[in-house]
């Protein structure tokens, strides 16, 4: 703490459990209380380490006596077909891969959009308003399939498209789906910025799109940064989905194996390799859930 | 501190004079919410270099005088002139016009997701078209010579009240503003805080700044104002020097009120 600044602040409390205080040693009592804290957090872990391993063992020895193991695992566990399909379906992957990149680019795009539109005041936009207010309430409201045979089979049939590969329409469909939701999310971060922000902003001179680029939408996003990652979490695996337009991405790949073998290893296969695309993102969502909540109630323990 | 140069696109006229020309003239500017008369009929002129200052109950409607001014709330009749300019004509550029005035707000109302450098010099950057580079010098002398040199990278929630506070009237100063607008600035501070705040608001006076300050402090009142307003129930009751308003009040109810607040 640099206590250069005339007026600086007294007595800013110090990082919780920070140690290297150098004048002071801790009182039996309060090293009494760590030993009990030490403890109990001991027995804590070996408790839950105790139960995951019985709860397992049960959960395997269930599944592994059950009558029909053998055959469930001849023709879903099959690791030569396993083996066999995955190429085939890692090259599918990566067709998912690229329609996510630009579903998500889309999405940004096209829900900023939305959200701005839907948060326009002031008579003259009504239209967009309602346009926007409609659009977010028929695509949350619409199963994301229909979505994509309306798209993938309805736009094409119009004949004033060129003739595009599947997967472009099916990208399309999931950007137009997901563009609701995180419209949604992000007029919600939005709306959570303080007005007295915008009042601030507006004082200074700066315009209404200009307040809305550089002080509300930046911390509205801020707000709103956990349910936006989750939101590209599901979008991982269901630009799956564009699949039923007949792209060859991992799960059609996966199908076509599955055809010629009579065996589902390679939809297994497919699902661990979804699962391995999206895991290190779920895990970087949940951190920095974590580390957002933690710096909102800093200096709480509750 | 008449400002020429870089900040006044709406009024290409008036800022010749040098001496004492007026800078904001109030004529019976009226606004209710609702039901709620809330200014009725506040007229009220501002000489250059003049501090003003508003005194009178919560409720007596020094908020909303200063939130018709910066066009923040429309008014219901009456006018409000600007260095000549008659800003409450709707055909008037309101961004324009709220870049000439500077103000501070009772919560700081800094931007939490900008340094404190970035929002000292936002409005310089993007409202007056000031090079980046000019800006941040200007801004870090500024910071430095109130004592927050250090601060000039941090976030505005690493700051004290008080810090927050100098730099939100850094905010509103930095681009020489006509008039400077100062609402209950020191209300939301700890008593430790107030005092480097007010000597700020003071030092900003004494170098010649236009300003109009609500507040609640009337030791400071005194010290500080060239004249002091006393409004009562949405209209200027009395007005005067502070020895008048303060030594000998004309009115019963700006006794009442004085005797009020300061026997606390």
Redesign the interface.
Known sequence: M?D??????HGAPGMPGASGHHDWEPSDLELDRRRYRKRASARSVLIAAVSTLVFTAVVWVALVNSPGWDAVKESFFNLEIGRDSFPDVLEGLWLNIRALFFAVIGVAVLGTLLAVMRSLRGPVWFPLRAIATIYTDMFRGMPVLIVLYLVGFGIPALDIFPRLPAAVWGTIAITLCYSAYVAEVLRAGMEAVHP??R?????????HG?TLR??VI??GL?KVVPPLMNDFVSMQKDVGLISILGAVDAIRAAQIDVAATYNFTPYVVAALLFIALSLPFIRLTDYVSKRMAQREQMGGTV | MSDSSSSSPASPASSASPERSTVLALEGVRKSFGDNLVLRGVDLEIASHEVVVVIGASGSGKSTLMRTINLIEQIDDGRIVLGGDDITDPRVDVDATRARIGVVFQHFNLFPHMKVIDNVTLAARRVHGMPAADARARGEEMLERIGLGEKVDDYPDRLSGGQQQRVAIVRAILTDPELLLLDEITSALDPMLVGEVLDLVRSLGDSGSTILMATHEMSFARDVADRVVFMHQGRILEQGTPEEIFGSPREEATREFLARVMHR
């Open positions: 640099t250069g600044a005339p007026g600086a602040t007295s922000q009042v601030a902003a507006r004082s200074l001179g700066l315009s200009e550089l002080v930046p911390q801020r």
